[in-house]
């Protein structure tokens, strides 16, 4: 049970400090509730994770929040069953997601969301193995937008979130008393799209994301962890064919905003390397956001490698049928995922499901969505006849 809570509490601080050696090239940045950067959708899920510019959605807080205000229904909601770790025979860890959104006019919008995740069961065991009763990990973020057309192309959009994350239940980890980590963030996007003509619909977006507050899960102030702050930025190019078939193509590039570990150098003595690391580990979000585009200590050959990259690519004919597929990149000494995605919706009335299923393509790290199927619903309320802006 200790080794479990342990590696629950304090694996993010542990993986930092063992990449450290420097003998591989290593060194992955950890964060607290990486769960914030999980995709939410099937949709985009589908399309290796992209999702700053791609045609607005009920999903689009987690991707690009000013994307709402082009959205052309009046209101929906959505939600999404994400089953966890399923490859590896885990029947009761799953990601839940529930959002809505609403226009207040036709140039601004209002959208709710809520993020849970569960990690199922776990028994607690004193040190001599005598059962303890059971206890309830989970996690959960709920937030707030506000997006706003500013022109005919052109969005911002601000949102608010609640983080929560109770890894322990309040249990005492060897010797270090534990407490739920609680935090509130804040994202910024914009958006911008505008049909071209011979070109189609070109579509752009940014987005930073989970800037906010650090996480504590005791009153050791050294044990602080960073939120996984993030900036997305990407592309899009639509192509109509009449009212039948539209394709799209879409690239994201992420980076996160959390300072590079420090690595220990050369002649430096340890003790002079424990201070650098525990400045490291006392920095304040802000300042690390800053940090974080130009402080690895691998130089700019090493911040490249801090890049994640998506491609996506979905078909729709008559706006009832959509085919997806895409691919994510990440260096192998940040981290070493890359998969590829595939899956489908299907559009009647107002309803939408979309199903998405991810097959890793390397060996460097594993996946808790490997060969996972997930699922989404979306309830879109009024919608108009046209369904993007088109270009001849």
């Not at 930025?233 to 109509?240: I, V």
């Not at 491609?311 to 895409?326: C, D, I, K, Q, S």
């Not at 990440?330 to 499901?353: M, Q, S």
């Amino acid at each position: 049970m200790f080794i479990v809570l342990t590696v629950m509490l304090f694996g993010n601080m542990a993986n930092a400090q063992v990449s450290e050696t420097g003998q591989s090239g290593k060194n992955y940045i950890s964060t607290g509730m990486p769960i914030l950067l999980i995709a939410p959708d099937a949709r985009a899920g589908a399309m290796g994770d992209v999702g700053a510019a791609s045609t607005p959605d009920a999903y689009s807080a987690h991707w690009n929040n000013a994307k709402f205000a082009f959205i052309e229904n009046s209101m929906g909601i959505s939600t999404t069953y994400t089953p966890w770790l399923r490859n590896l025979g885990v029947g009761d860890m799953n990601l839940l997601y529930l959002g809505g959104y609403a226009h207040i006019n036709k140039r601004s919008a209002l959208a709710l969301s809520l993020t849970y995740f569960s990690l199922g069961e776990i028994e607690r065991t004193n040190e001599f193995g005598d059962s303890q009763g059971n206890m309830h990990p989970n996690e959960f973020a709920v937030d707030a937008t506000y997006a706003m057309r500013l022109g005919d192309n052109f969005s911002i959009a601000a949102s608010g979130r609640l983080n929560h994350s109770d890894l322990t239940n309040g249990q005492d980890v060897e010797t270090q008393t534990t407490k739920p980590a609680n935090s509130l963030a804040a994202d910024f996007g914009m958006y911008y799209q505008e049909a071209v003509e011979k070109v189609g619909v070109v579509a752009a977006g940014l987005m930073i994301s989970n800037l906010g507050a650090k996480l504590s899960y005791s009153d050791d102030d050294t044990r602080k962890e960073f939120l996984p702050a993030n900036l997305r930025l990407g592309g899009r190019r639509t192509l109509n064919n009449h009212t039948y078939n539209q394709v799209s193509a879409m690239i994201d590039i992420n980076k996160l905003l959390v300072p590079t570990p420090p690595k220990q150098q050369e002649g430096e003595s340890d003790n002079d390397y424990k201070q650098r690391y525990l400045e490291y580990t006392q920095m304040g979000s802000v300042t690390g956001a800053i940090q974080a585009l130009y402080d690895a200590p691998g130089g700019f050959g090493e911040k490249f490698q801090e890049l994640q990259f998506s491609l996506g690519a979905e078909y729709w004919y008559n706006h009832t049928f959509a085919v997806r597929a895409g691919y994510f990149f990440e260096h192998e000494n940040k981290g070493g995922r890359r998969y590829l995605t595939v899956g489908g919706g299907i559009k009647y009335n107002v309803f939408t499901i979309d199903l998405s299923y991810l097959v890793p393509t390397t060996k460097f790290s594993t996946n808790p969505l490997s060969n996972t199927i997930r699922i989404s619903l979306s309830v879109d309320f009024n919608r108009t006849e046209k369904h993007e802006v088109t270009a001849e």
